[in-house]
């Protein structure tokens, strides 16, 4: 009676056990599809997005020519002078190239893009030329307002500034203002007493920023 009894519990507890066995391998199958499923949209995107991303970077260098008129030296430092409609340029999220033009300006000398599939036009309110003289005029009270952080950003067309106090960001809007060049659109003021910019912030400005004044 006893080995019966011994009996039925093996083939319950084998059941059992090849019941558990056969679920998980069902779950891993359904599993593996799945991850095959989203691992090939991961890399259709990027190989769209890094795709795009080479044909950009070949275009850049192509506008650039046709955009910047001179150069020039200031503190040491090489300089460039672009057209007075042309306000950025940035590759997007998804590799394509931007190029930002102030509105109601001619864009003669971008008849020869238009129609490229590779570039999305945008208009801005700033020529790169004005963001640039209000970066440079700032440049030199970097020490003293205890700005840790200066540049021009493409993508939302203005300069970012970031500096410890937030009172020496009035100084400097008046200091603009002494010059003519203050508008409040134009600056982007971040302030961090740490003199650390938050990470995510200053990455977001520099990764729109490609024409280097």
């Known amino acids: 009676m006893r080995d019966i009894c011994f009996t039925k519990m093996k083939i319950t507890l084998f059941t059992v056990v090849f019941f558990v066995m056969v679920t998980i391998f069902l779950v891993g199958i359904n599993n593996i599809k799945i991850n095959a499923k989203s691992n090939s949209s991961v890399e259709l995107f990027s190989y769209s997005y890094f795709s795009n991303m080479d044909n950009s970077t070949r275009l850049v260098q192509e506008v650039m020519r046709e955009i910047r008129t001179e150069s020039i030296l200031r503190n040491g430092q ?33 008849y020869s893009f238009i129609g490229n599939d590779q570039i999305i036009f945008l208009e801005a309110t700033y020529s790169y030329n004005h963001l640039s003289m209000i970066k440079n005029v700032i440049l030199p ?15 939302y067309n203005h300069v970012f500034v970031y500096l410890t106090c937030k ?23 971040i302030i961090d007493s740490k003199g650390m910019p938050k ?9 729109y920023t490609i024409a280097g004044a």
Do not use: H, P
């Open 78 to 110: 090489t300089q460039f002078i672009y057209t007075d409609n042309f306000s950025g340029i940035f590759i997007d999220n998804q590799g394509l190239l931007n190029i930002a033009l102030v509105s109601g300006l001619s864009r003669n000398i971008w």
């Open 141 to 155: 009270l970097m020490e003293k307002y205890e700005i840790f952080e200066l540049g021009v950003c493409d993508r």
């Open 167 to 189: 009172s020496n960001s009035f100084k400097i809007i008046n200091f603009l203002r002494e010059y003519g060049i203050y508008s409040e659109s134009s600056i982007n003021f």
């Open 199 to 207: 990470q995510e912030l200053l990455m977001l400005e520099m990764k």
